[in-house]
Structure formats: C-alpha cells, structure tokens
C-alpha cells in the first residue's frame, strides 16, 4: 500500500517538473534572441534560473529522503548538505526578487542616471544577490560539526536564523524599498498636477507612473509567492524542530510556493 508520504511526494516532483519546465521556457527566448535581453527581462530570467535551480534541488532531496532516509542520515557528507543548500537556493529565490525591486527603485528615483538602467548595473545587481545567497546560509555550513560528527540533534538556533535569512530579512528589504517606489511615484504624480507642464510630458509621465505601478505589482506577487509561501515550511520547522516528525506535511508544504509559481509562470508565458 503507497503511504501518503509517498502521495505528497508524487504530486510535488509533477508541480516542480511542470515549473521546471515552463521557467525553461521562459529563459530559453531571453539567452537566444537578442532583442528580449532587456534589463528586466534579464531580471525576471535570473528568477526563474533560480527557481529551477530550487526545484531541481528538492525534487532530487526529498527524494532522496523519502526513499533513502537511512543512507542520507548515516553519510557525513549528506549532513553537510542538508546543513547548507536548502537555505541556499531558497536564498538564491527571495533574493533574486528583492534585486528586481532594487533595480525598479534606483529606476524610478534616479531616472535620469542612464548607469541604473544598463545591462553593466543589472549584472552587478545579479551578482551582489548571489554573493548575499552563498553567503547567508554559511552559518548553518560552519558550525553543523556537532551535528553531523556526533550526530545530536539540530540546534534550534538553525531554525530560527532560517526565517529570518529567507523570510523576515528580504520581507524588510522589499518592504523598504516598495515603499520608497511608492512615496517617490505619489510625489511625482503630485508635481505633474500642480505644475503647469506640457500635455504630451504629462500624458508620458503618467504612463510611466503607470507602469511602474504596474511593475511593482507584478514583483510584489512574485516576492509574496516566494517569501510568504515558504514561510510555513520555516516555521513548520521552527515550530517541530524536526522537519522529519510529520514528512508528507513537511513536503506538502513546499507544494504551496511551487503551485503559485506554477500559476504565475503559465500567466507569464501567455502574456508572451
């Protein structure tokens, strides 16, 4: 008789192949053809590299751990692993959205520096997040040799720096600078109707406003899926203190973040 770990486990690798596959095809346009390798589109491109990173990642990890929960526990390395790069590519995600609102900010505020919308600025964007990525979770790779040497149990301090490196740091860090997009648009808005100005200007400046508007929608909802649906997975953890107590519920968990990107990323290739 399947159990329902193994159900759970089912429905969650077809949700991450099916995104799998559609954040390919999202990034395969933007690699060869030339005229879709604008900055946010390179933006939104390095998001679903990370995503498919992610997804790869726990297909093959809860796998692992399903079927092969004795050998995964038994090997060292293992251990190092489980230490670091679930933190890592969950990292590399949120981050990866808190750099597409730090691009729309310097954007926005400074329209008239050419630098801010370059491809030169974008990549070093790209690189700062995944520096923050790699680095973020070293932590939990420094000191698990209690863990994994003398096999004890996780400390709890892991959990908790978990939600605030993957939920409450980059939740603060978009909140700030959405929040700057937005004060800065309203401000903008406000001169346009007070000043006496050219219809034509005025007619552009409130398209811009408009996109941009539009645009901060579009990666709040992206942040929302990425932060905020994995955030009952962290504090599942943190809670249990033991991601394997209840495994179907620790892998049904992360089906929640995967369905809403899934949504998301079927929207997004429509659209194009």
């Not at 079927?67 to 670091?84: G, L, R």
């Not at 310097?106 to 030169?120: E, L, W």
């Not at 005025?202 to 942040?223: C, E, G, W, Y």
Request: glycine share 2%; proline share 4%.
């Amino acid at each position: 008789m399947v159990d329902v770990t193994q159900i759970v486990l089912i429905i969650d690798i077809i949700t991450m192949l099916i995104v799998i596959i559609l954040s390919t095809a999202y990034i395969i346009p933007i690699i060869f053809i030339r005229r879709f390798q604008t900055t946010y589109n390179i933006l939104t491109g390095n998001i679903c590299l990370t995503i498919l990173i992610a997804s790869v990642f726990w297909i093959t990890f809860n796998t692992l751990t399903v079927y092969n929960a004795s050998a995964m526990k038994q090997s060292i390395i293992a251990c190092y692993i489980t230490a670091y790069f679930p933190a890592y590519v969950n990292c590399s995600t949120v981050y990866a959205v808190v750099v597409v609102t730090m691009n729309r900010f310097f954007a926005i505020v400074y329209p008239n520096k050419r630098f801010f919308k370059t491809q030169a600025w974008c990549f070093i964007s790209l690189s700062i997040q995944w520096t923050v990525a790699i680095l973020a979770p070293l932590p939990r790779l420094i000191f698990p040799l209690q863990t994994c040497q003398y096999k004890s149990l996780t400390p709890y301090w892991r959990y908790v720096y978990n939600i605030h490196i993957i939920v409450l740091l980059p939740s603060i860090l978009n909140a700030i600078f959405n929040v700057l997009i937005v004060k800065n648009v309203r401000s903008s808005t406000r001169r346009i109707h007070a000043g006496i100005v050219d219809t034509n200007v005025s007619t552009n400046a409130q398209q811009n406003s408009a996109r941009d508007v539009h645009l901060l929608k579009h990666i709040s909802f992206i942040f929302i899926i990425s932060v905020i649906g994995w955030a009952p997975v962290y504090l599942y953890e943190a809670i249990t203190a033991n991601p394997s107590a209840i495994q179907w519920l620790f892998i049904m968990l992360q089906i929640l973040p995967s369905s809403k990107i899934l949504k998301r990323k079927t929207l997004e290739l429509h659209m194009h």
